[in-house]
């Protein structure tokens, strides 16, 4: 399975894996699926750290660079496709993170693992819902 980390589940993984559901652990760790991050969760840790919402343990670069490697994840990137599918994604709220994952996760055929309600809901989405 191609599994697209929601920024929180990536760093839930990391700082608080007590979040993941059983589940999502479990699916997560298995080696036969591939984990896919979208360079939006960088941005969205970024601004996470920046309002102290998260306490990151030295360097922001640094800690991606580790979570990454600790977490086997593959880079999703934002592409002319991606940025072509925004308009087709159909999300009451305008969070413009959610919209990149989405569209990032159709592209890509790629299943978006989140805890987010409205994510969770979205029409034409394959989701791992962490409930």
């Not at 969205?44 to 750290?49: I, N, P, V």
């Not at 086997?72 to 994604?89: G, I, K, M, Q």
């Amino acid at each position: 399975m191609k599994l697209l980390l929601d920024t929180h589940i990536w760093i839930w993984s990391v700082l608080e894996p007590w979040k993941l559901s059983s589940e999502v652990a479990r699916v997560i760790a298995q080696s036969d699926n591939a984990l896919f991050l979208s360079p939006i969760s960088i941005w969205e840790l970024s601004l996470l750290a920046e309002r102290k919402r998260v306490v990151l343990n030295g360097d922001l670069g640094e800690w991606c660079k580790s979570s990454m490697q600790e977490l086997s994840l593959e880079e999703a990137p934002l592409t002319w496709d991606v940025a072509a599918e925004l308009p087709f994604t159909s999300l009451l709220h305008r969070d413009p993170g959610d919209r990149f994952l989405v569209a990032t996760a159709r592209v890509f055929d790629l299943t978006l693992v989140t805890a987010d309600q409205r994510l969770i809901e979205c029409p034409e989405l394959k989701v791992l819902a962490n409930q």
